[in-house]
């Protein structure tokens, strides 16, 4: 069952990506200061992933949550110090970077559970 579903991954297609914006012109959208609360397109496309990635558990917050600012400005930041990144599209760059700011803890192998 295993090998299946290696197999079956393995011939899965990448994801398509149909947006025509450009990682650069996301990253033009998100110039400014890291913490600037505005409402605006980079702040939107960046709530939009991290909602997604939230939701599907790709992301996981610490006991205190996390704030717009908090994920608006790891988005920020990591546009702007990984532009060798920006070859991808611009979902795979901001996925990456909130991957990187609020990274899920693994589980125990094998359901383990801490000794009494």
Known sequence: MIVLLAASLAAAEPPAVVSSLQTGQLAEA???KDTD???DFCSGYIMGAFDTLSLSHQIC???TGASTIDAV????KYLRTHRKAWSS???FVVRDALKAAFPCKPKPAGGARKPK
């Open 30 to 32: 998100c110039r400014g």
């Open 73 to 76: 400005a790891a988005a920020r």
């Open 89 to 91: 599209a611009p979902s």
């Open 61 to 63: 917050l610490s006991a």
């Open 37 to 39: 609360p505005t409402p």
